[in-house]
């Protein structure tokens, strides 16, 4: 027989649904509110999207550990200060310390991270992803609001943001872990 751990454990913290939506010359990225540990709902509005960024030209989103993403925006930020202008270059520097540094390789987070011009998913594994389609999402209602996005993308006149709203309804619809309380940010 198996240990069972405590839904009361902090490793067990479902929190999120992230998307982006890339349409038009328009980038969009939304996030619920909605923070969990186990069972219970401890926070319905909390801000998992947000810009970073010396003009904050960038826009991020966070699934997991709160404390673990923030570390991750002070280090993203740290890079995009070595290589001011180069997203992509300041993410891949941050996925290769995230999965090579000790400390770092602890951290239970994702992260979207977009501009005007790069859409990317990060992870601890070292995975630095950009979608082919425009879309991307994370977190526990991720495959949700990816697959509502992308058949509204392709089914439909709507703008990138109302895409991000409707998708994220859907999503906050099934997923346990994902509540109406939509945060968004556009470029």
């Not at 550990?65 to 991750?72: E, K, P, R, V």
């Not at 109302?162 to 099934?174: E, F, L, P």
């Not at 346990?176 to 939509?182: A, E, R």
Request: net charge negative; proline share 2%.
């Amino acid at each position: 027989m198996t240990d069972q751990p405590s839904p009361y454990d902090a490793t067990r913290w479902h929190a999120t649904t992230i998307l982006s939506v890339r349409k038009d010359g328009q980038v969009v990225v939304g996030g619920d509110g909605q923070v969990s540990m186990g069972q219970t709902v401890l926070k319905n509005n909390a801000k998992k999207v947000r810009r970073i960024g010396k003009n904050n030209e960038i826009i991020t989103g966070f699934a997991g550990s709160t404390a673990d993403a923030f570390t991750l925006f002070e280090r993203l930020e740290a890079k995009l200060e070595t290589y001011p202008g180069q997203l992509t270059r300041a993410c891949v520097e941050l996925a290769k310390d995230w999965r090579t540094d000790k400390y770092l390789r602890k951290l239970e987070a994702m992260m979207i991270v977009c501009d005007k011009d790069v859409s990317l998913i990060l992870s601890g594994t070292g995975d630095v992803v950009e979608p082919e389609d425009g879309v991307i999402a994370i977190g526990s209602g991720g495959n949700y609001a990816i697959s509502a996005a992308r058949a509204l993308v392709s089914h439909s006149d709507l703008s990138a943001e109302d895409i991000v709203k409707n998708a994220m309804k859907i999503a906050g619809d099934i997923c346990v872990y994902t509540n109406h309380n939509l945060v968004m940010e556009k470029i």
